[in-house]
């Protein structure tokens, strides 16, 4: 059974950059047509697509969020990694890691307030 389980900090400041990492465990992260990403939900908003990163290491990013995330991966430990630049408290969420051909495997989600 595929689980996800995000960690990092819970309080970052603005203009620091967040870093979350998704750690997968029962299965890899390399898994022909699997898409591992970032969601996140503001508070009384609805879900939000952060980016992915595919079986590949291919990548891709909300346009909304600019030049601000990256997302990496690191094969042997099956974790993934989100680092979003700059952050302001609008980036203020519930991050979410999912896992899969079609969102499938869920983390419990982390909040990050943005904070000084």
Same mark, same amino acid.
Request: aromatic residues 12%; neutral net charge.
């Given at each position: 059974?595929?689980?996800?389980?995000? $960690?990092?900090?819970?309080?970052?400041?603005?203009?620091? !950059?967040? $870093?979350? /990492?998704? !750690?997968?465990?029962?299965? $890899? %992260?390399? %898994?022909?047509?699997? *898409?591992?990403?970032?969601?996140?939900?503001?508070?009384?908003?609805?879900?939000? #697509?952060?980016?992915? %990163?595919?079986?590949?290491?291919?990548?891709?990013?909300?346009?909304?969020?600019?030049?601000?995330?990256?997302?990496?991966?690191? /094969?042997?430990? +099956?974790? #993934?990694?989100?680092?979003?630049?700059?952050? /302001?408290?609008?980036?203020? +969420?519930?991050?979410?890691?999912?896992?899969?051909? +079609? *969102?499938?495997?869920?983390?419990?989600? !982390?909040?990050? /307030?943005?904070? $000084?």
């Amino acid at each position: 059974q595929v689980q996800l389980q995000e $960690s990092g900090p819970g309080l970052v400041k603005p203009s620091q !950059t967040l $870093s979350l /990492t998704c !750690t997968v465990s029962g299965g $890899s %992260i390399t %898994i022909d047509k699997d *898409y591992w990403s970032w969601l996140r939900q503001p508070p009384g908003k609805g879900l939000e #697509f952060v980016g992915y %990163i595919s079986w590949k290491g291919g990548t891709a990013y909300s346009p909304s969020l600019g030049n601000r995330p990256r997302i990496y991966r690191d /094969t042997a430990k +099956a974790q #993934f990694t989100l680092q979003l630049s700059s952050v /302001t408290p609008e980036d203020t +969420a519930v991050y979410y890691c999912v896992g899969g051909v +079609a *969102y499938e495997h869920w983390g419990q989600g !982390t909040q990050v /307030t943005v904070s $000084s």
